[in-house]
């Protein structure tokens, strides 16, 4: 396991190009990809990592499942969506992103999310999570993993490598977090409303979603 570990850090120490990450989110329509953009040898690189980190780490603890997937999209050097895609906003699968090499918040929390699902972690520990930062009211996404439904939750944040946990209202404002099931809603006066996932509004998830199972019914 350790000799595995070495081997994806130094393919990784190649694929990505160290940058400090940053954070943004807007919204617009989604963008334009070339096949060449898709099926360039590094992109296939960075693919092949992720296979190797998913099965290599499928019976981990799941303390070091989340420090591996997290140290390793963390090392995806950040970059905006108008840059990165041509819009201001696009939710990128984790194929897609690795493809590109580049990716902005939400990536980041979409690609540990769907990783640790294949690790084996079950969803209803793991939410996609939209916050404001103290201080700035700055948006940001995150990933946060709850032990227990009461538990406070470890933060799985593009901007560090330290997996920590949160006590939202001191280091992060909660605005909604969300899996593949439930959709669950902060409220000014501390409260929160759950609802179910199915028939949300959410057009970027379901754009998400809806690329994800073409992508794989094509394979």
């Known amino acids: 396991m350790r000799r595995t570990i070495v081997r994806l850090s130094l393919v990784l120490s190649t694929l990505f190009v160290a940058q400090k990450p940053l954070h943004a989110m807007e919204s617009a329509p989604a963008p334009k990809r070339t096949e060449k953009e898709l099926g360039d040898a590094s992109a296939q690189q960075r693919r092949n990592a992720l296979s190797q980190l998913v099965e ?3 019976t981990a603890p799941v303390t070091e499942k989340l420090s591996r997937v ?5 090392q995806v050097p950040y970059q905006s969506d108008i ?3 041509g819009t201001k906003d696009y939710w990128a699968a984790p194929l897609e992103m690795l493809s590109r090499g580049r990716a902005d918040c939400e990536d980041y929390a979409i690609a540990k999310f769907f990783t640790l699902l294949q690790m084996g972690l079950p969803q209803e520990k793991l939410y996609l999570t939209f916050v404001r930062l103290p201080g700035s009211g700055e948006l940001h996404f995150v990933l946060t993993y709850y032990e227990t439904p009461d538990a406070v939750p470890l933060v ?3 901007r560090s490598l330290q997996i920590r946990p949160s006590l939202f209202g001191e280091s992060l404002q909660p605005v909604y977090r969300f899996n593949l099931k439930e959709f669950v809603s902060y409220h000014e006066d501390g409260t929160q409303r759950h609802r179910a996932m199915e028939g949300m509004p959410f057009r970027k998830w379901q754009e998400l979603t809806r690329r ?3 992508a794989k019914q094509s394979t």
């Open 56 to 58: 290599s780490h499928k």
């Open 70 to 74: 997290n140290d390793f999209f963390n």
């Open 83 to 85: 840059a990165n895609w």
């Open 156 to 158: 799985l944040d593009n």
């Open 212 to 214: 994800m199972r073409l």
